[in-house]
């Protein structure tokens, strides 16, 4: 998979995230459930996993329930049912993995590569989380800035060695400046939430370059988009601690 692709793709869906704070949370829960469906249909593609079509319903499902009830909860807790959509989307994946018929002998690590994709799709609700929360773009644009920053770094063709250190600084150096452009928030929470985007960007870059190019279309998309929905509940608890 080449690191332009994914970066632009990466770059599109922070764009389609921050723009939900002007255009409103109907956008928001509607761009959520898209890109978790779009990311649950294509991670069976990306690992290369049997049963691919079900498993991808599953782990769609999953996500886009978490950001729909997430835009819809009442009271303050936001994420509340989050965790259920995350359990039950589990259980579907094991009993999915016990009934199908094909790929036995890799039936361990298929569980485990659909449960980690259950996972990031059901973090993805916390953007819809973030924007009910504040109303406002608050941290949501320093993270996005951030990591375009980080995605743009991991497009040079050099090795991880020196590209995961330059794009943990680059973001971390973003922040701040995105903080002093956009918000109040203080330089040094600023700049260890540049860090944490630039560090979960720079694993996933690093996961992509060992797990090897992907020539299926929704694997390339279902790749890029992972390091980006796991941010989405990383910002709605940052701006928690650190806002309030």
Do not use: N
């Not at 779009?38 to 049997?50: A, C, D, E, R, T």
């Not at 943990?168 to 109040?184: E, H, K, M, T, V």
């Amino acid at each position: 998979m080449k690191s332009s692709i994914a970066g632009l793709i990466g770059i599109l869906a922070f764009a389609m995230l921050v723009a939900g704070h002007y255009l409103g949370l109907g956008y928001t829960m509607g761009a959520g459930i898209a890109l978790a469906a779009v990311f649950g249909v294509g991670w069976p593609h990306y690992l290369g996993i049997p049963a691919k079509k079900t498993l991808g319903a599953v782990i769609g499902l999953a996500g886009a329930g978490a950001a729909l009830t997430a835009g819809l909860a009442a009271g303050s807790d936001y994420l509340a049912w989050t965790p259920l959509y995350i359990a039950v989307g589990f259980g579907a994946i094991m009993v999915v993995q016990l009934v199908r018929g094909t790929g036995q002998i890799h039936r361990l690590e298929s569980t485990l590569g659909a449960g980690a994709g259950v996972l990031i799709a059901g973090l993805a609700c916390g953007w819809v989380a973030s924007l009910r929360y504040l109303g406002e773009p608050g941290l949501t644009v320093i993270v996005a800035f951030s990591g375009v920053v980080a995605l743009l770094a991991g497009m040079l063709p050099w090795p991880d060695r020196v590209l995961a250190p330059l794009t943990i600084a680059l973001a971390a150096l973003a922040s701040p400046l995105a903080a002093l452009i956009f918000s109040d928030v203080r330089i040094v929470p600023a700049m260890v939430l540049g860090i944490v985007v630039g560090a979960v960007i720079a694993a996933f870059h690093r996961l992509r370059t060992l797990a090897g190019v992907s020539t299926h279309p929704l694997g390339v998309a279902a790749a890029s988009l992972a390091p980006i929905l796991s941010l989405g509940s990383l910002v709605y608890f940052v701006e928690k601690i650190v806002l309030h």
